[in-house]
């Protein structure tokens, strides 16, 4: 079937990205976060090219995630741990486990351990065992390849980041961990004494902004583009979309597309968002629907029925619009784009 909705997806930008992260990260190795689908883009496809640009470590968050990439042969971790469900996977070896509770530490000792990675709390109270656990021997007996930790505020200069920094600093050598792990996409920004022996970039591999300091080195990859289904003139007065919320002040062209807030663009971006078309650009009006949405067509020229618009998508700046953060912008890309890499 022809694409309804393409996704289009820049593949140099993407390893462009990565290798920025990459020399930011110093002398740590740098890895890649694919979670939640490689953040919208596809996991499987976006852990290939990672791969064959040199990154040699990948977080996902379930085992489902995991069985998904098993065919690349890649080390993968995952980040919330095992479940007894998961004990299969695990024990077959298609990822390791980031143990995060003493109850999956005591889980994973008793099917005889292996190789594992352990999540210690620094002070975000999300995941992880304490310091104190380590210090009461919890982790003894264990072969941890990877100790890591995670930023609450790495996207802010907040006083929090120096205090998680020298937490976690403090734990190195206590527990045998092959390697140590801090930073996320932001936390690499901060500087080289957040980047420990491996960093966890995300978002900014996609083209995301957490940080003033990665504006101008990272590019963006994901394009979203729709199709238009309708062009009408709107006579003066009349209104648009759902609730009209929008009114012509005169005689107005408009161009309804085949894209709304199931595909991920939200209604955060009703009268806020923009588009590309035929090389001009021009605003979202009215409310974005489920899988509608319509744009001013005022001053453009000659675009019609059945052209392919372009979304603006620049992640700071649509986030900004749409009041959405990048993360759910990416993840949010729904199951009718078509993929399509460049
Ligand atoms: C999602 C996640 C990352 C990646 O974070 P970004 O902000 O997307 O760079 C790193 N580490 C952990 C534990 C995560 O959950």
């Not at 499987?44 to 489902?64: K, P």
């Not at 394009?223 to 062009?231: C, D, G, K, S």
Request: hydrophobic share 45%; glycine share 12%.
């Amino acid at each position: 079937m022809p694409a309804p909705l393409r996704l289009r997806l820049d593949g140099d930008a993407l390893v462009r990205n990565w290798q920025t992260l990459d020399r930011m990260s110093g002398r740590a190795a740098c890895g890649a976060a694919v979670k939640a689908n490689g953040y919208g883009l596809g996991a499987v496809e976006v852990a290939r090219r990672l791969a064959g640009a040199g990154c040699r470590d990948f977080f996902v968050s379930n085992w489902r995630e995991a069985v998904e990439l098993a065919p690349l042969g890649l080390a993968v971790s995952v980040l919330h741990g095992v479940r007894d469900e998961d004990m299969a996977a695990a024990r077959a070896g298609v990822a390791r486990p980031v143990l995060n509770t003493p109850a999956q530490v005591a889980r994973w000792k008793a099917a005889g351990g292996g190789a594992c990675d352990v999540m210690v709390d620094t002070g975000m109270n999300r995941l992880g065992v304490s310091a104190q656990d380590l210090a009461d021997g919890l982790l003894d007996g264990l072969t941890i390849e990877t100790l890591m930790s995670h930023l609450a505020c790495a996207d802010e200069d907040a006083a929090m980041n120096a205090l998680q920094r020298d937490r976690f600093a403090a734990l190195q050598g206590i527990t045998g961990a092959r390697r140590m792990s801090l930073a996320n996409s932001a936390g690499i920004a901060l500087g080289h004494d957040y980047a420990f022996d491996l960093t966890r970039p995300g978002l900014a591999v996609y083209g995301g902004v957490p940080r003033g300091e990665l504006g101008e080195v990272i590019t963006p990859v994901v394009y979203p583009e729709a199709e238009i289904l309708q062009v009408r003139r709107v006579r003066a007065g009349d209104a648009v979309g759902y609730n009209a919320t929008w009114t012509a002040k005169a005689d107005t062209d408009v161009a309804v597309v085949n894209l709304g807030y199931a595909d991920g663009y939200f209604r955060g971006f009703s009268d806020t968002g923009m588009v590309f078309a035929r090389g001009q650009r021009l605003p979202v009006l009215g409310r974005v629907s489920m899988d509608l949405a319509t744009i001013s067509l005022d001053g453009a020229d000659a675009v019609s029925e059945g052209d392919w618009v372009s979304f603006d998508y620049h992640l700071l700046a649509a986030a900004l619009a749409s009041g959405m953060s990048q993360y759910e912008l990416l993840t949010g890309l729904g199951r009718r784009f078509v993929r399509i890499w460049g």
